[in-house]
């Protein structure tokens, strides 16, 4: 079964508009870690954002938050103000507590901000 | 951000040859990792790596093969030899603990021919 689940396979929005990408994860452990990263064009991937399980608060970085609803096992990623070069593709990943320290991916959401 | 570096971008090379992606972790990083990713496609899981030991390995991590960090230089990853389905972008990422963030280099594209 896949850990990490995103359903969204394209989104397309105007720039500075707001977008919500949907992921969802699976985990038995109580603690555990979410990351959003970009990938934008050239390959690169970009570390976004992190969200660990037992922080009550939803984390926010620059114009990127994230929307945690643990009891759905739900971790969205908003970006508010979208510009151009947000057009990316969008990865989540989670990473379990304990020694098994791999991080699983998302299958990716794209990401087109258009004029 | 912090960055990871990958030499080279770009290896091709002939099917049964030996190949080595060389990776330089951000410096204080103790932990080390490489993913797979055909095509723009799902990050793939193969190896992680710590206190020069493989830590975990996944199905894709084949005999073929192998890692080391020798004496805190490049983290490698060595292929011998190499097969078709080795085609692919080779991430290295590392992190500074086991519940820190990873941060991954600009990929190696491998073409095998």
């Known amino acids: 079964a896949q850990k990490v689940t995103q359903t969204q396979t394209s989104i397309s929005v105007v720039e500075k508009t707001t977008v919500t990408m949907d992921c969802v994860y699976e985990t038995r452990d109580s603690s555990y870690f979410l990351f959003w990263y970009k990938q934008t064009a050239s390959g690169e991937i970009v570390f976004l954002i992190r969200q660990d399980s037992y922080k009550k608060e939803n984390a926010t970085v620059g114009h990127y938050s994230l929307n945690f609803q643990k009891p759905k096992s739900s971790i969205g990623l908003i970006i508010t103000a979208t510009q151009i070069e947000d057009s990316a593709v969008y990865f989540c990943?989670?990473?379990?507590?304990?020694?098994?320290?791999?991080?699983?991916f998302g299958d990716g959401t794209q990401l087109v901000v258009k004029p | 951000g912090p960055k990871v570096l990958q030499i080279p971008s770009h290896q091709i090379i002939d099917m049964g040859q030996m190949v080595t992606l060389n990776c330089d972790p951000v410096s204080n990083h103790l932990y080390f990792y490489w993913y797979k990713q055909i095509l723009g496609q799902q990050m793939e899981f193969l190896v992680n790596f710590y206190n020069g030991k493989v830590m975990e390995k996944s199905k894709l991590f084949k005999d073929q093969f192998s890692v080391e960090r020798p004496d805190g230089s490049y983290f490698t990853l060595k292929i011998q030899p190499t097969a078709l389905e080795d085609s692919a972008v080779y991430f290295c990422a590392s992190s500074s603990g086991d519940q820190n963030t990873l941060y991954f280099g600009a990929g190696t594209r491998l073409s095998v021919l």
């Open positions: 990943a989670m990473r379990e507590g304990g020694n098994n320290n791999r991080i699983f």
